[in-house]
């Protein structure tokens, strides 16, 4: 083969640079608009595939019309003719020495199964929290390499603030540790006996970072709504756009006075306050109980949860008694008793066999049926979130309960229910809360005080 010798028209940002240079396991590049996330992606993708002959990238957007518009588009600018043939049956971009940069879409969940027998050595994702943690997982299950290869399959994300994966890809890679840092872990091999360590790193990137961008950008941004800017403009992972709780404040100042914040330090509730045990199950997907108590004046307390989950949205799949023998001994070790359970009531359903209630109810733990109107209960969490007057919220969560501070402001709305939450992100807390708040409903909505945007 005749060597070819040519300049890519690309100087990457000092932000680019480290997505290029880094060889970090997982990474993740963005957090704000307009930081050069679609250019990073395809250039890394090229550079790797010229680098290590014969490997393959798989190029992933949500939607085809999303691929079409970004990564596509910037691929089919962004390569030199010289280097490589776009075929437009197959979405892909053959280059000269045996590497092929694939294009793909991932709408649904069950989409990902189209990719069973796609052997992925780069895997790049544009816009990662428009996917769920179902896809992601299965995706990185598609990973790997011959040893005539000689490399090592890695993955390259990109992500704003937002969207159904907003609270798993947060937990994944932002609340690790600080930015810019390759934080390192271990996944354990069964089959092998062993140990192996993975790393994952983030890269915050903001518009101000690219020099390519024009001021007009950074005055447009400026003029959008503070969770929208404050999402796209400054990359923060705790207000975007579609949030459905934006109520919801965590102030750690307030910690000890619980005011203008939902979350506190953690207490018991004095005696005398009632006590509740709210409930929804999952088996693949986590299951859920929170622990709650109501003050004479009828505000609520979040005090306890138990979250069955080995990762962001995915279960520690425990049979219903499993659960409730851990129901049991908490509050056992807790010395509590005369506590009100309430549970989702599709736990009732019976026509498969005995229900998950009644296993449960056989190991000792009993819930009433939850009411599981959805629009209502979603009502009832806005009105609690409220302040009042003085600063206080109707509903107060203590700092123990690390999932529900979590995923509760990390939920957003359903693209086609837009009055309700989208199932499809980490909802099994909220459910849970949802039962509990409609057995003590709060009556009409609590007066504000006028600062309330800026509590």
Known sequence: MNEIRLRLDYVPTERQRLFHQTEADEVLYGGAAGGGKTKAVVMDALMRCLRHAGTQAYLFRRT???????????????????IGEYHAGDYELRLINGSIMRFRHCQFDEDRIKYQGAEIQWLYIDELTHFTKTVYDFLKSRMRARKELGVRPLVRATANPGGTGHAWVRAHFIDRGAPEKEHVFEVWSRTLGRAQKRSVLYIPALCTDNPHLGPDYIFELEQKPRALRDALLHGKWDA????????????????????????IDDFRPPEGWTRYRAFDFGFARPFAVLWAAVDPDGRAYVYRELYGASAPDEGVRLTPAEIARAIVQTERDAKEAGVIGVADPSIWDASRGESIAEQMAAAGVYFKKGENARIAGKMQVHRRLAFDEGGRPGLYVTRGCRHTIR??????????RPEDVDTAGED??????RYFLMLRPAGPERPRRARAEGI
């Open 407 to 416: 995923t509760l402001p990390a939920l957003v709305y359903d693209p086609m």
């Open 240 to 263: 975007f756009e579609g949030q459905v709780f934006t109520e919801w404040r965590d102030d750690p100042a307030h910690y000890a006075d619980g005011i203008g914040t939902h979350v």
């Open 428 to 433: 099994h807390i909220y459910d849970a809360l």
């Open 64 to 82: 085809y019309r999303e691929l079409k518009d970004t990564v596509l588009g910037e691929a089919l600018k962004s390569v030199p003719a010289e």
